[in-house]
T-cell receptor, first 114, second 111 residues
Framework: EAGVTQFPSHSVIEKGQTVTLRCDPI?????LYWYRRVMGKEIKFLLH????????ESGMPNNRFLAERTGGTYSTLKVQPAELEDSGVYFC????????????FGPGTRLTVT | KQEVTQIPAALSVPEGENLVLNCSFT??????LQWFRQDPGKGLTSLLL?????REQTSGRLNASLDKSSGRSTLYIAASQPGDSATYLC??????????FGTGTRLQVFP
């Protein structure tokens, strides 16, 4: 069974540009989460999808971030326009159920905004 | 607001030592606690998941305990090896279903 995959593994963009990150969860996992780690800080929650619906987006930093999960399969996270403080590692995780179920993480996308 | 703290922030030990990593959290209303390992430039590997009703979980040389009432968890690594060198993260899951992470303990095991 394939794990959670993320693309690209690394992205370097200039301030003001747009970047789209992709996450493919484990097949059959309805729950998909985005997290990020900025330099020197702990990993923080961004949002949670249940199938194609946003269950919790309380961690999204501002309206420059847009997440979608059309069809309830893969998800994209778009940053537009990117700012320097958006640099960090963006992780995606998936789970087959809520609360007591384990979350499985992807390798992350390292985003560098220059 | 849930806060998760890990002590120590870094640890360097010789191979063969038994060691304990600590994790504390401020709100005891959790569903479970997960311990992860992160290697440099890599993703998170789940090591152990302890449900709130459990006291401990074991996997190989790893043993994690949970004392929910006191807001503490420990990860015990027996007979450490250089391959255990990594950053260890604990994360708690509360009633909002998101994981709240600590800042991690960076472990180095030297031969």
């Amino acid at each position: 069974e394939a794990g959670v995959t993320q693309f690209p593994s690394h992205s370097v963009i200039e301030k003001g540009q747009t970047v789209t990150l992709r996450c493919d969860p484990i097949s059959g996992h309805d729950n998909l989460y985005w997290y990020r780690r900025v330099m020197g800080k702990e990993i923080k929650f961004l949002l949670h999808f249940v199938k194609e619906s946003k269950q919790d987006e309380s961690g999204m930093p501002n309206n420059r971030f847009l997440a979608e999960r059309t069809g309830g399969t893969y998800s994209t996270l778009k940053v537009q326009p990117a700012e320097l403080e958006d640099s960090g590692v963006y992780f995606c995780a998936s789970s087959s159920g809520l609360f007591s179920y384990e979350q499985y993480f992807g390798p992350g996308t390292r985003l560098t905004v220059t | 607001k849930q806060e998760v703290t890990q002590i120590p922030a870094a640890l360097s030990v010789p191979e063969g030592e038994n060691l304990v990593l600590n994790c504390s959290f401020t709100d005891s209303a959790i569903y479970n606690l997960q311990w992860f390992r992160q290697d440099p430039g890599k993703g998170l590997t789940s090591l152990l998941l302890i449900q709130s009703s459990q006291r401990e979980q074991t996997s190989g040389r790893l043993n994690a305990s949970l004392d929910k009432s006191s807001g503490r968890s420990t990860l015990y690594i027996a007979a450490s090896q250089p391959g255990d060198s990594a950053t260890y993260l604990c994360a708690v899951r509360g009633n909002t279903d998101k994981l709240i992470f600590g800042t991690g303990t960076r472990l180095q095991v030297f031969p």
